[in-house]
């Protein structure tokens, strides 16, 4: 088993009380969205970094904080040049090239109020290190399905609306697994984002457009969670 496939064992660094508790509570600041992978340098790295761009240009900075985490990160490697091609412009080019994976831990999550993941066992990682994280959590595609309706997130209501229309949708039977068990090999799941590292460079290329429908759709529902608040 490789360090890139291997499961996350519970972080040393112990959550303190209050650290599961979102960044939305009423004390103002920008809302916090976390993105989740194995080596924190491909798949949550993309997303981090392009959906920060587009709330950026959509919000105006400082009003949603975007970062990302690994669950097996190797500080010796950076963003894959074949990643960094993709890019769509310089700035996110300029952002990639300059990430540096970080470890998931109970205190990176302390306080996020969204925290979206690659795969179901990066979701289960993360409920490992903050339990209370699970209502606030999603993969990526996942959180596509469940966020594709925007007009399901009330206006100008933060995290917690995010929060309340991911469980609305969950409730419906949106999320991609639903319904869908055993259509896929073992240990696969519809809301899995295949990983590509180490493959070839047409495996970028899929990531990137396999998250392109998620990534737009998590920006609407943030867009309508926050802009009527500013």
Known sequence: MSWFERPALRSPFAAAPG?????????????????????????????????????????????VEVSSAGTGPNQALAVPEELLTLAPDAG???????????????????????????????????????????????????????????????????????VAALEAARREGRGLDAGRRGLFPAGRRAADLADPFRGPAEGYTEMTRALEPALAAVEAAVVRAVEPAR
């Open 19 to 63: 650290m599961d508790a979102p960044a939305d509570d009423g004390a103002g600041g920008p809302l916090r969205i976390l993105t989740v992978c194995t080596g924190n340098i491909c798949r949550s790295a993309w997303a981090h970094h392009v959906l920060q761009a587009r709330l950026d240009a959509a919000l105006g900075a400082d009003v």
């Open 92 to 162: 996110v080019r300029a952002a990639l090239a300059a990430h540096r994976p970080r470890r998931l831990t109970a205190r990176v999550l302390a306080g996020q109020d969204l925290v979206l993941t690659a795969t179901e066992a990066h979701r289960d990682a993360v409920v490992r290190e903050a339990p209370a994280a699970l209502r606030r959590s999603a993969t990526l595609l996942d959180a596509g399905a469940l966020l594709a309706d925007p007009d399901a997130v009330a206006p100008g209501g933060g995290g917690r609306a995010l």
